[in-house]
């Protein structure tokens, strides 16, 4: 198990540079639907990790498990 450090460097797998690369990691929280019907439009958690190297991001969201 690894303990997670907000907003710290990780070793994640990056798919464009095809290895392990330091990633940027954090926790934001963003709308779902912008001009929804519904007033309640939810607010969900996204795991944003951004590559170091190539500065690719990738944003998933943590409700997915
Ligand atoms: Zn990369």
Known sequence: MTTTAPDSAVREFCETCERATR???RIELRVESPDADNPGCSR???RVSRCLVCET???RRMSDA
């Open 44 to 46: 969900e958690p996204y």
């Open 23 to 25: 990633h940027a990691v």
């Open 57 to 59: 991001t990738d944003a």
